[in-house]
């Protein structure tokens, strides 16, 4: 069985904030950074990164919110108010600086063999999209990064050009917050990325929650899953 830990990350301004770690049975083995919704690190989140270590990965989900509000948790739509105001009163060039020191942090962990991907939800698919286009260590970028639903996703042509390694986005075609000629403008800076592809899935936002009920859709979740596995199983291997 996986287990779990607590890991504290140091900031590039010299404080900490924790990272939830979940690390396989047999380590070493590749990496993953896991990205929040803004219900912050909760039993979904921690759910996930236990499925992705039983998989064989060494998964740590950073605390994104940690400059406004440490372990800021809510289980469901409940907290979503919360939460989504706490998503709006973010830096995201801090957040960007975070998740790099985050991606050395996790570089450096003897449990990690040296490859890294990342994965994100709503809030967190915008962050993974981050992670792909800002997030540099010694000069090396992720090894592959899955971003489901992004709302918050911007300059995507610009974006695009800085992205070097595979990616995979995920969306509802019935998603209220994301248009879909968002994902349309998504599909067209990535037209000539070979490595890249975006899905449509006949659901809503936020689909693959299992602790938010009136978002939830269990065959787009199951499938879009599967296809991420799919996915790292391909690239994540040691550079």
């Not at 918050?152 to 042509?157: F, H, N, R, S």
């Amino acid at each position: 069985m996986p287990t779990t830990r607590n890991e504290l990350v140091r900031s590039h301004d010299g404080d900490t904030f924790d990272a939830f770690c979940a690390v396989p049975e047999a380590p070493p083995a590749p990496g993953i950074l896991l990205f929040q919704e803004v219900f912050g690190i909760n039993d979904n989140m921690r759910g996930l990164a236990l499925r992705l270590a039983e998989q064989g990965y060494v998964v740590l989900a950073p605390d994104v919110f940690w400059r406004e509000q440490r372990r800021f948790e809510r289980k469901d739509e409940s907290g979503l108010a919360e939460g989504a105001a706490l998503a709006r009163r973010l830096d995201f060039e801090l957040v960007a600086k975070d998740i790099t020191s985050t991606f050395a942090h996790l570089l450096a962990m003897p449990e990690c063999d040296g490859a890294v991907g990342g994965v994100g939800f709503c809030l967190g698919g915008t962050l993974a999209y981050l992670f792909a286009t800002e997030s540099r260590v010694d000069g090396r970028g992720p090894n592959a990064v899955v971003s489901y639903y992004g709302s918050a996703i911007k300059d995507v042509q610009a974006g695009s050009r800085k992205v070097d390694c595979p990616m995979l986005f995920h969306y509802g075609s019935d998603d209220p917050y994301i248009p879909q000629e968002r994902v349309d403008e998504v599909e067209a800076a990535f037209a000539d990325h070979s490595d890249v592809t975006v899905l449509r899935y006949d659901a809503g936002h936020a689909f693959s929650n299992w602790d938010a009920p009136s978002f939830y859709d269990k065959a787009a979740a199951d499938l879009a899953w599967s296809r991420t596995l799919e996915f790292f199983a391909k690239h994540l291997t040691t550079p």
